[in-house]
């Protein structure tokens, strides 16, 4: 019923073991590449998104196989975020699908009950990636309708290739793949520390500096404060404009609010009445440098993936002048920053919020579904389904809840797909087999 690699040497084996669970069943001494028949769906990324479809999938009894690059599950959270890190919407919205947060977890999760959680949803639903396996390349394979899937472990000290073959490509590595660092001008003679927000842990070495920290997004917000808390001096660059909202109105999430409001009024009242709340209880903070977009959060939010930051604490510190906000960059010299208004600072070292972009151009090949940004091009709701069994999860920059959607459309599709076609090779025998050597050619060539 699991999944059923299979190496592409041996065809009675690979006739054999359909409908069996076998994990590599031989390695191959011949080649330094594997081949790997995949009896369902290859998902790549074990990040929420990934472990959401994997658990769909396993409720349905789809076999499956995940490809992880990282060597743990949700990588971006164990590994590329720094200590304070809470979640920033309510937990009721950031669950995943059929198994809800434990009872006792606060408002706000902190990132590690969010990890411990991800790691029982996963040991839950008996789901075990391929750790260590980054996809190189995808290729949908028109001669036999099946998609090539190739990788490279990351782990072995001489680098093992594998190719997996299979019918659906679940694409689930996230909006946040890659760390977008600009190029500036002099920054390569900036002579302190220059590290980006993914790599960011905490300002405890860094009290008593000055820090020049670039974007002022969730994460340019976050690490200002965090440098604040640790008795150090950050400059946050504010280049254009920024959505300041406060998490809470009058005790209830703003984004619950945002939420409810969407369904009875249009986009644009929603996104006026959020920032009249804004004006009334953050006051008006373009007075600090922190201009607003002239489209409001929410459509900022849709049109150009811009969140817009809920307040945690950063504000309060800007008012008090602990966070200075700084126009933007004009070039960097030893020791310090030239602004676009002249200005000149001192600096010990930069932190650059910069942000994060999708990877999936470099390496999902001839593809008409995924824009250059590597996010699909049709809108929410459509954007998790493409041609030829292609399939994306958590794209729709709508954080947790969206990948959570995403991923049930995505398992319930499969396996409607997956069911009919086994149906259908269980009543002709025959034209299985003609499908293994077909697989069997395409791999030879
Ligand atoms: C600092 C930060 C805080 C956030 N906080 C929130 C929040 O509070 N609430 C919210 O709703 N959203 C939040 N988000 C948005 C975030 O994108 C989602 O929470 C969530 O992580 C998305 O899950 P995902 O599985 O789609 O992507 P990811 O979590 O990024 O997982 C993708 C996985 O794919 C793997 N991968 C990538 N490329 C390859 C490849 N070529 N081969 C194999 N594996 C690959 C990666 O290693 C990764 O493990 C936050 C994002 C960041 C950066
Ligand atoms: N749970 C939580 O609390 C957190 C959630 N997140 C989420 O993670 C995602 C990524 O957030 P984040 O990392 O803040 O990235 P964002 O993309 O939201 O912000 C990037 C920032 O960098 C600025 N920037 C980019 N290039 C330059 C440049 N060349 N010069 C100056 N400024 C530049 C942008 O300015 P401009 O707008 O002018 O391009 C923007 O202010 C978001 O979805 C966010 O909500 C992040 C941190 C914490
Ligand atoms: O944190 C993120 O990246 C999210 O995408 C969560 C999110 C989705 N829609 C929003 C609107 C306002 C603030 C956060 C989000």
Request: aromatic share 10%.
């Amino acid at each position: 019923m699991y999944n059923t690699p299979i190496t592409c040497l041996n065809i009675p084996n690979m006739l054999q073991t359909f409908g069996h669970q076998h994990h590599h069943l031989h390695e191959d001494l011949f080649f330094s590449r594997r081949c790997i028949w995949v009896n369902g769906p290859v998902i790549v990324g074990a990040g929420p998104s990934g472990l959401a479809v994997a658990a769909g999938l396993k409720q349905q009894g789809v076999p499956f196989i995940v490809l992880e690059r990282a060597n743990c599950i949700a990588s971006l959270w164990q590994n590329r975020t720094y200590d304070r890190l809470k979640l920033h919407l309510p937990k009721q919205f950031c669950q995943l699908p059929s198994f809800p947060f434990p009872e006792d977890f606060p408002e706000y999760p902190t990132k590690y009950q969010f990890i411990n959680y991800l790691e029982s949803y996963a040991e839950h639903f008996n789901i075990n990636p391929h750790f260590n396996e980054a996809v190189q390349s995808a290729k949908y394979d028109e001669t036999f309708g099946l998609w090539r899937v190739k990788t490279v472990s990351t782990s072995a000290s001489n680098p093992v290739e594998v190719e997996y073959i299979c019918r659906w490509l679940v694409v689930a590595t996230g909006e946040n793949a890659e760390k977008v660092v600009p190029d500036f001008k002099g920054l390569k003679e900036f002579s302190g520390p220059v590290t980006h927000a993914c790599d960011y842990k905490s300002g405890e070495s860094c009290q008593g500096k000055s820090v020049l920290v670039v974007g002022c997004g969730n994460s340019g917000m976050e690490v200002s404060l965090d440098l604040c808390n640790h008795n150090a001096h950050p400059s946050m660059v504010v280049r254009s404009s920024v959505h300041v909202l406060p998490r809470e109105v009058l005790g209830k999430s703003t984004f619950e609010l945002a939420v409810t409001l969407i369904k009875w009024c249009p986009l644009w009242m929603v996104d006026k009445i959020l920032l009249v709340l804004a004006r009334l209880i953050l006051g008006n903070v373009e007075r600090y440098g922190l201009k607003r977009p002239s489209l409001g959060p929410l459509e900022l939010k849709n049109i150009a993936g811009k969140t817009p930051v809920l307040d945690s604490g950063a504000l309060s510190k800007i008012r008090s002048r602990d966070i200075k906000v700084v126009p933007g960059i004009k070039r960097f010299a030893p020791g310090r920053v030239e602004l676009v208004n002249g200005e000149n600072m001192q600096i010990d070292s930069v932190i650059l919020a910069t942000g994060y972009r999708s990877n999936v151009p470099s390496w999902l090949k001839d593809n008409d579904f995924f824009s250059e940004d590597g996010i699909p091009k049709n809108p929410f709701p459509n954007g998790w389904k493409g041609k030829a069994g292609l399939y994306a999860v958590g794209f729709t920059r709508r954080g947790l809840s969206g990948a959570s959607l995403d991923a049930i459309s995505v398992a319930l599709d499969i396996a409607k797909r997956w069911k009919e076609e086994t149906k259908q090779t269980r009543k002709s025998v025959t034209g299985q087999h003609r499908r293994c050597i077909h697989i069997f050619r395409a791999i030879e060539n």
